[in-house]
């Protein structure tokens, strides 16, 4: 019997969606309002999910404690209150589109979480655009 347990997180960023190699206009015309030059901000909702067989001597999938500290530490802090395209490694040559973040935030958990658990990843940058990355 599997089982997926749930952490929901925020935190707060701004960013830039933009092509280095365009020009400005294609940028505007592909990315609108979202490649101003001088950035935009979201409030984001992440929720990582666990999948997993219950452990029988604890009851868990797993120690919804040790999830939150990874958030905390692996996602929280270094994804909060940043501006995501400047302070951000992995956004330094990746445009940080809610579908990049989202893999880059699992990139960050897997290595973090038993190989026997899968690992997913939704992101909501508002409440109406959300994605969702498996490792897939």
Known sequence: MKVT????????????????????ARNANV???????HYHGHNYELIVS??????????????????K??????????????NLNEEVREFKTLNPT???????????LRPKIDKKLA???TLYETSRNFVTYSGE
């Not at 749930?6 to 969606?17: E, M, P, S, V, Y």
Request: proline share 3%; hydrophobic share 45%.
């Open 98 to 108: 809610a579908e990049n973040i989202a893999v880059v935030i699992w990139n960050k």
């Open 5 to 24: 347990v749930n952490r929901i997180a925020h935190f707060n960023a701004a960013h830039r969606l933009y092509n280095a190699d365009w020009t400005d």
């Open 69 to 82: 500290s990874l958030i905390e530490t692996e996602i929280e802090e270094q994804f909060d209150h940043k």
């Open 50 to 67: 666990v999948k997993g067989e219950i452990h029988p001597e604890t009851g868990f999938v797993m120690d919804m404690k040790i999830l």
């Open 119 to 121: 690992l997913s990843i």
């Open 31 to 37: 990315f609108g309002k979202c490649a101003n030059p």
